[in-house]
């Protein structure tokens, strides 16, 4: 495993070129159309509401995510995804000229052409851009790899939006703006000739060119995946919904509660972002370079606390007879408050989205994976959509305040997550068992690449304390199947966490001999499914921090099915709470040092019972 910060990524080939082409290409998104509803609000000289031409644009923009999704799936499968992308970006190139004429002669139609175009641009790229990721980066890489675009795309609609109020403000902004977006365009396509080849996944695809034929078809293949993949589909769109609610609802919240002006927008728009680039920057310090789904209920809980807190902290603020700059706002002490919960809501975000990101690109199949991430924006679109039409319901009809629509939002995350968690247990059980490793211990691994990324293998640990499958689990990135004392499995709410993650029950022969022979028989179809396989050989804990001796059931097991055994052991428990130290507190090594280290693998016939307590004995040290 790759020991490099995640930001080693941006001075790698296999990353930097595609991370520059889409940084600039969702920069540039936000220019151009940040440009054209100011052109309409303040500049452009036209007839009719131009409230209802602004809602026109986001109407535009979002509308080829519909129509076009479903194409852009099936282009990333049938196609080399570094040469898409660099026929999309010549693709931007035209696009901004068309663009770049409409705000030189004024033409409304121009602009709108274009950003429909560019719009259909973002659909056909969407599905290429992250399913390019698990093809060039390795696994260990793919949650930072992931962290660095989320946190590159918001900040880069940041830019986007300032830059364009800049750009904007000029006497002379028709010919700033056109300039700028072709040469951003520009930009990005030579960034894309950089990006090293990413062969197709399905080349042999026969394309459909119903779009709304392939639409349901690719939405029906998304929501059908696996359901960790599926529900984490919806549960990224919902991620959505909440964002579009958030970022629409901000420029009213900014005037109406903090009585601000433009530069309070941005001064609550720049926060969010930041927030979401701090949660994605963490996820990997977080999640040990590892897809470590146990952040997202963690995200989902920051997500409605946070939201939570700021209808709290909404109103109150004295109004003035011009409105506040954003200096000004700063000097208000309850305005702090507000801010740090629009921060909290933005680390959250990113705690949630990046893991569900990396999940859906690990978990998918590769020749599936473009098209599923089509799904995924489809589905992103509807919930978009759906979060205007219940902002209106919510605002209008039911005549709520913001910050009463942020506290129903708060309450619904819970009731949708609460769901997502219920059909898909793995992410409770991942998060109980992130939360334990990052709580009473500080879990540090040696040689666990030992461990192989495919294929079956039994592992051989020493058994210290009730949580030590636990913590195994937590460290490991495979899925393991544990092998555990049925009395310790049967634990109330440990059991939960052992049955979700697949573990078996095991009885001594004579307490009782169905549990038992069961135990072999499901063990040995895990390892005959390719799958990992932990035992504890010594059958019970210890009573004295000393290693029992090895029973013979490790012996039946690799005789049976015949695969590599990797010792292991586990240092710094003896004492702790859950061991049976018979001076243990609940407070005693609390936050303590725990180490989990791995031997190199042994064959199939060096695996006897007395070879094997020798090299576990020799791992663990004498630090028990």
Avoid at 240 to 266: C, M, N, R
Avoid at 328 to 356: K, M, N, R
Avoid at 583 to 596: D, E, P, Q
Wanted: proline share 4%; charged share 15%.
């Amino acid at each position: 495993m790759s020991q490099h910060s995640q930001f080693a990524l941006l001075g790698n080939k296999r990353f930097l070129p595609f991370f520059i082409t889409q940084l600039l290409g969702a920069f540039n998104d936000n220019v151009f159309k940040q440009s054209l509803i100011l052109a309409i609000l303040y500049h452009l000289t036209i007839g009719g509401d131009r409230s209802l031409l602004v809602n026109l644009c986001a109407l535009l923009f979002i509308l080829p995510f519909f129509l076009f999704s479903a194409l852009g799936g099936q282009f990333g499968e049938k196609f080399n995804k570094d040469a898409l992308m660099r026929a999309l970006k010549l693709a931007e190139i035209v696009i901004m000229l068309i663009g770049a004429a409409g705000f030189l002669f004024g033409s409304l139609t121009l602009l709108f052409i274009a950003l429909f175009a560019m719009g259909t641009h973002s659909a056909l790229f969407g599905p290429v851009k992250y399913s390019i990721l698990p093809q060039h980066l390795h696994e260990d890489e793919l949650v930072g790899g992931n962290a660095l675009v989320e946190m590159g795309t918001f900040l880069a609609i940041l830019a986007g939006t300032i830059g364009a109020g800049m750009l904007m403000s000029r006497q002379s902004y028709a010919p700033a703006v056109g300039i700028a977006v072709v040469l951003v365009a520009s930009c990005g396509y030579l960034a894309s000739r950089g990006i090293p080849r990413a062969a197709a996944a399905l080349p042999s695809l026969q394309l459909d060119w119903n779009i709304f034929k392939q639409s349901w078809s690719i939405l029906r293949l998304g929501l059908t995946q696996r359901p960790a993949v599926s529900r984490s589909l919806v549960g990224n769109s919902w991620f959505w919904f909440l964002g579009a609610v958030y970022l629409t609802q901000i420029p009213t919240y900014a005037k109406e509660l903090l009585h601000g002006d433009e530069s309070v927008v941005t001064l609550i728009l720049t926060v969010f972002s930041v927030g979401i680039a701090l949660g994605s920057m963490l996820c990997e310090k977080l999640s040990g370079k590892k897809v470590e789904i146990g952040l997202v209920p963690f995200g989902s809980i920051g997500l409605s606390l946070f939201g939570i807190l700021l209808w709290w902290h909404s109103g109150g603020l004295p109004e003035a007879a011009q409105p506040y700059g954003w200096l000004q706002v700063l000097e208000q002490p309850q305005s702090w408050a507000v801010l740090s919960d629009i921060l909290g809501i933005g680390i959250f975000g990113g705690f949630y989205i990046v893991p569900l990101y990396a999940l859906i690109q690990a978990r998918t199949e590769e020749d599936k994976r473009a098209r599923v991430i089509a799904a995924n924006n489809i589905l992103n679109a509807l919930f978009m959509v759906a979060a205007a039409i219940v902002s209106i319901l919510l605002l209008s009809v039911a005549k709520l305040s913001i910050p009463q629509l942020f506290l129903v939002l708060s309450l619904l995350n819970v009731g949708v997550n609460v769901y997502i968690f219920k059909i898909v247990p793995e992410f409770t059980m991942r998060f109980l068992v992130w939360l334990l490793s990052h709580s009473m211990y500080r879990v540090d691994h040696q040689n666990l690449e030992a461990i192989p990324d495919e294929g079956p293998a039994v592992l051989v640990c020493n058994h210290v304390s009730f949580v030590d499958a636990l913590l195994i689990a937590g460290s490991i990135r495979r899925p393991v199947r544990f092998v555990m004392y049925y009395k310790i499995f049967q634990i109330p709410l440990l059991n939960f966490i052992f049955r979700t993650a697949g573990a078996v029950p095991i009885a001594a022969r004579h307490e009782d001999e169905t549990i038992y022979e069961e135990a072999f028989r499901k063990v040995a179809e895990y390892l005959r499914d390719g799958e990992v396989v932990c035992i504890f050989p010594e059958g019970k804990l210890t009573s004295d921090g000393e290693m029992n001796e090895f029973r013979g059931g490790v012996e039946r097991i690799i005789a049976e099915t015949p695969v590599p055994v990797i010792p292991m052991a586990l240092q710094g428990l003896w004492g702790s709470f859950f061991s049976r130290d018979p001076r243990k507190g609940f407070f005693k090594r609390l936050w303590s040092r725990v180490r989990l280290v791995a031997g190199q693998p042994l064959l199939p016939q060096d695996a006897a019972r007395q070879h094997l307590q020798v090299q576990v004995a020799l791992l663990r040290g004498d630090a028990r």
